[in-house]
């Protein structure tokens, strides 16, 4: 039988990502995963402290709007419910916003970046064009002059896998010259608050920029990555529209309820933030020495590291030490000789700073 799908459908290729499962094998405790950039310190104390309340919640249909979740979220990004979008994670938020607002426009990708956008784009027969850059602050006069005129252009900001964190200034120099160009801007501040700077953030300026959409993530700052919760935020009227497309119950009354418990725990971040910025500069200075590898400077918490040796070898050889790396070869931008690591607890990293020095 002749199914008769797309052509984008068809050519469609899932994305590759760190994590656990990306390894070939099933959970194992005993690994160490500097793949998946997530809190170090897990989740908050008080979600484990709720869990046996919210289990009640196992046989009863979630909260569609997510009502009790936005109401949170309100307060703590200042901005108004009706403009706070909330998905399965933010993956989910990233593909229906091109579903929703790419019919007719095409896309610029500063490369590289998280694969995801690119992917979103092209099943919903968007074109994809790249700029290549491995810090956008540097490269940003360049980047203003090849804004797409009534398109739509995505910056991960701080950068996945880079780890690079694009000035609030420049981000408004993007903004200006975007609405000057009619285009709309995707902004992905999933790792902002575990950022050397997190004010850097451009939340504040969706009052002033109608084509702004701004997309956050439960997964990093509050280490709920098995839950997917992820939220946007935009204009009512953009919002409107991703709410009007999303499937129904598309977040879990679990996961509602341990995300507004962890916006509460707002000592848990502060605490993970001082142990990021303290581990990364470990990280950094201590790889750096070893021969053979090329620490790139990054603002959030995780390290883009070039190495002499191939990628998807040295991964092999670290797995064997039950430690598990990024594999960045999958980037475009970027080649085999690139490899990225979270930034975990002091142990952990004085772990894999030791196995690196002996390969």
């Known amino acids: 039988m002749?199914?008769?799908?797309s052509p984008s459908v068809a050519n469609h290729r899932n994305v590759a990502?760190?994590?656990?499962?990306?390894?070939?094998m099933g959970f194992d405790p005993k690994i160490l995963d500097f793949s998946s950039n997530v809190n170090p310190l897990g989740f908050p104390a008080s979600i484990r402290n709720n869990l046996k309340k919210t289990s009640a919640l196992f046989s009863i249909y979630p909260d569609s709007d997510s009502a009790k979740l936005k109401s949170s979220l309100q307060k703590y990004t200042g901005i108004q419910k009706d403009q706070i979008i909330v998905g399965n994670g933010a993956t989910e938020i990233i593909y229906n916003f091109c579903?929703?607002?790419?019919?007719?426009?095409?896309?610029l990708i500063p490369?590289?970046?998280f694969g995801e956008y690119e992917s979103a784009a092209r099943l919903n027969d968007a074109k994809v064009s790249h700029f290549e850059t491995m810090n956008l602050n540097y490269d940003i006069d360049d980047f203003l002059k090849a804004i797409p005129k009534n398109h739509c252009i995505f910056v991960c900001n701080p950068n996945n896998p880079?780890?690079?964190?694009?000035s609030q200034k420049n981000m408004l120099r993007i903004l200006d010259a975007?609405?000057?160009?009619?285009?709309?801007?995707?902004?992905?501040?999933?790792?902002?608050?575990?950022a050397s700077n997190p004010k850097e953030s451009i939340v504040s300026k969706l009052r002033k920029f109608d084509n702004l959409f701004i997309l956050r993530s439960m997964?990093?700052?509050?280490?709920?990555?098995?839950?997917?919760?992820g939220y946007g935020l935009g204009s009512k009227k953009m919002v409107e529209i991703l709410n009007r497309i999303k499937i129904p119950w598309n977040v879990s009354g679990i996961a509602q309820e341990a995300?507004?418990?962890?916006?509460?725990?707002?000592?848990?971040?502060?605490?993970?933030?001082?142990?990021?910025?303290?581990?990364?500069?470990?990280?950094?200075?201590?790889i750096s020495k070893i021969s053979g590898f090329q620490c790139y400077d990054s603002d959030a918490n995780f390290v883009l590291i070039k190495s002499q040796k191939n990628s998807k070898q040295l991964q092999k050889k670290l797995l064997k030490k039950n430690i598990l790396i990024r594999d960045c070869s999958s980037f475009k931008g970027l080649n085999d000789k690139f490899i990225r690591v979270a930034v975990r607890t002091h142990g952990e990293n004085q772990k894999l700073v030791r196995e690196l020095g002996k390969i």
């Open 219 to 229: 997964t990093k700052s509050f280490g709920l990555a098995g839950l997917r919760v």
């Open 259 to 286: 995300a507004t418990k962890a916006l509460s725990s707002r000592s848990h971040l502060e605490k993970t933030r001082r142990l990021v910025e303290k581990e990364r500069k470990f990280l950094k200075n201590s």
């Open 178 to 194: 975007s609405h000057a160009s009619s285009a709309l801007v995707f902004v992905d501040e999933c790792f902002i608050e575990l």
């Open 111 to 113: 490369i590289p970046t």
């Open 17 to 24: 990502h760190g994590g656990i499962y990306s390894a070939g």
């Open 99 to 107: 579903k929703a607002f790419l019919g007719k426009r095409n896309a």
């Open 162 to 166: 880079t780890g690079v964190l694009v």
């Open 2 to 5: 002749r199914l008769g799908v």
